[in-house]
């Protein structure tokens, strides 16, 4: 069962940060997850809401503000710990930059073309400039953002995010969109969920696992990844 730092080793480290990511890289995380968004000029940046307002006093929308000489100078570090004080808010290439090329990446687009014009095609486009097609996993619960994507692109890894969609419908649109996995929350798991996943070739990840009960249950289960803000939880027995 593949353990997948979520939005890094986010429970030592603000969220989403290179300082989480390069945490969980040092933890021995195999796969890292983060969430995507895209500032007015376009700029792909990492963060899980379309504002700041969780990691500090920024209330403005992604979307309408600029990378240059505005998103990139926002702190996103001192909420979290005084230690973190300076850090940046990432792009996705900084990202790229720092996690090695062994590492899988799960990356979840927060929003379509509906809020972001053209991020889909961005981030396909973004995916086969740095060669990492096979080890991205991109998802959303935006599901016209999964259909844009797979038709930029047939070979694009599409992880699935169930949320509050029927089951019926989620079969349907795995299969059109020939979804690699069903990633669910942990809330939603159970046995016979996981069993039609898996008679439909989907593979199962659940978020969020932060105990060794949870953890163990679900292994129990056969689902085949966890993410977790605690990428050591595969030490703890």
């Known amino acids: 069962m593949l353990l997948i730092a979520h939005r890094g080793a986010s429970g030592h480290a603000p969220e989403n940060t290179l300082a989480a990511f390069g945490l969980a890289l040092k933890m021995g995380a195999k796969a890292v997850e983060f969430d995507v968004h895209q500032t007015l ?7 899980h809401d379309d504002d700041l307002r969780r990691c500090g006093k920024d209330r403005r929308a992604l979307k309408n503000i600029h990378w240059a000489g505005e998103a990139e100078n926002i702190d996103v570090g001192a909420w979290f710990d005084p230690r ?8 996705l290439q900084d990202v790229f930059d720092l996690v090695p090329p062994r590492v899988e990446l799960h990356l979840e687009l927060k929003s379509g073309s509906a809020v972001y014009p053209g991020i889909e095609e961005r981030v396909v486009d973004f995916l086969h400039r740095r060669d990492a097609l096979k080890r991205t996993l991109v998802s959303s619960f935006d599901h016209d953002a999964l259909y844009s994507v797979r038709s930029l692109d047939e070979k694009v890894r599409i992880g699935y995010l169930l949320g509050l969609t ?4 989620a079969w349907r649109e795995t ?21 039609a996943a898996r008679d439909r070739g989907l593979k199962v990840y659940v978020y969020t696992v932060n105990t060794p009960l949870d953890r163990d249950r679900l292994a129990k289960l056969g689902v085949d990844g966890i993410f977790s803000n605690y990428p050591e939880l595969d030490l703890w027995r």
């Open 41 to 47: 000029d376009h700029e792909l940046v990492v963060a």
């Open 84 to 91: 973190f004080k300076g850090e940046r808010l990432p792009r």
């Open 166 to 169: 029927r089951t019926a419908v």
């Open 175 to 195: 299969k059109e969109l020939a979804a690699e996995s069903l990633n669910i929350s942990l809330r939603q798991v159970t046995p016979r969920l996981v069993k």
